[in-house]
């Protein structure tokens, strides 16, 4: 069987779009038909070679998505054939089955557990959780990294109740998804921070309360404004180590806290004033929002269906064609969208 994939071959090289001989099944390996792939901006720092030596060229990528279930391996119990589900790098339970190895021509080509820009994926059955069938397929691209990442950055990580304030530092995928946990949590004020006037929009519209532009604002003179003692939580989603040292600041003294969700460039180093420690402000970092598929993936769902998340700041823009993958990855590194979403039944 082939498949059509964008594969990255060299950094900072449009991903080559190519047919690949799928492999055989291994032990704990799903074969899935994905349906929509998100495009997270980690995507971005691997093709730009911002995430340090790549020594598994040439591979595929993509780490969020969704599709159907069309062969499943010896052992797997955890999907069915036709199953609809979630694709996350995020591991749950089942077998950890490693990555793949495709062919392209007399050509390698790298796989890991999961993939998510090619039209046919081995998947290990631990990066795959089950979903309604009437769950929207679209939506579900998000569970796998963006909606995990940014709700559980609020509801398993900072935790705040009802009447706290919280600063979000970068309003792209993730940190839209924050804003929206902080508005389910009931936070207030809820301030956005970005650089780009058409991302603090979406911001508005999903009902943060206050926008703050970096650009053209002191960023810690406005926060003071709203909140005199600072923020009670920032949640910084930009993986930049100057904005680490804003958001650290904009907490308050004597329990503050700090969420650091956003990835640094290889080798970037995050200079730290000991002071705001000694000032009882607390740091937590997170990897995927400690989210765990078995337990929430199908709460964030439900989230979704009952309208208490607005999705629509991720689905209103144009869904991007197999062939425009290039596109989506330049789109989001400029900022012209906060998730570019690829439809993988048109290549």
């Not at 998100?38 to 040439?58: A, H, I, S």
């Amino acid at each position: 069987m082939k498949t059509s994939a964008a594969v990255l071959v060299e950094p900072n090289k449009p991903l080559e779009i190519v047919d690949l001989e799928v492999p055989k099944l291994r032990r704990g390996q799903v074969l899935v038909e994905v349906a929509f792939s998100g495009v997270c901006y980690t995507q971005v720092l691997e093709w730009r070679g911002y995430r340090g030596v790549d020594p598994y060229l040439p591979h595929c990528l993509g780490h969020e998505g969704s599709g159907s279930v069309l062969e499943i391996g010896d052992g797997v119990t955890k999907v069915e054939r036709d199953d609809h589900v979630i694709l996350s790098w995020i591991k749950g339970s089942g077998i950890n089955a490693g990555g793949s190895v495709y062919s392209w021509g007399k050509q390698c080509v790298n796989a890991g557990p999961i993939t998510t820009f090619n039209r046919t994926s081995v998947i290990s059955e631990d990066r795959l959780t089950v979903i309604p069938s009437n769950f929207s397929l679209k939506m579900a691209a998000l569970v796998g990294c963006a909606l995990p990442t940014g709700l559980g950055s609020v509801f398993n990580v900072a935790q705040p109740i009802s009447g706290q304030s919280i600063a979000i530092f970068g309003v792209g995928g993730v940190g839209l998804c924050t804003a929206m946990a902080a508005k389910v949590n009931g936070c207030t004020p809820i301030i956005a921070i970005d650089l780009v006037e058409q991302k603090l929009e979406l911001a508005k519209a999903i009902g943060v309360t206050h926008l703050i532009n970096a650009s053209q604002d002191s960023v810690l003179e406005r926060i003071i404004q709203i909140c005199p003692d600072g923020v009670d939580f920032a949640i910084e989603a930009t993986g930049r180590p100057n904005v680490m040292c804003q958001a650290i600041e904009s907490v308050r003294p004597r329990g503050g806290s700090v969420v650091i969700v956003g990835n640094a460039r290889h080798g970037e180093i995050w200079e730290l004033d000991p002071k705001q420690l000694n000032l009882g402000k607390r740091i937590f970092g997170t990897w995927g929002g400690d989210s765990q598929p078995d337990r929430d993936y199908l709460r964030y769902c439900n989230l979704a269906m009952t309208g208490s998340l607005n999705l629509g700041a991720f689905l209103t823009p144009p869904t991007y064609a197999l062939h425009g993958i290039n596109s989506a990855l330049t789109d989001l590194e400029l900022g012209k969208l906060t998730r570019p979403i690829i439809d993988l039944s048109i290549l």
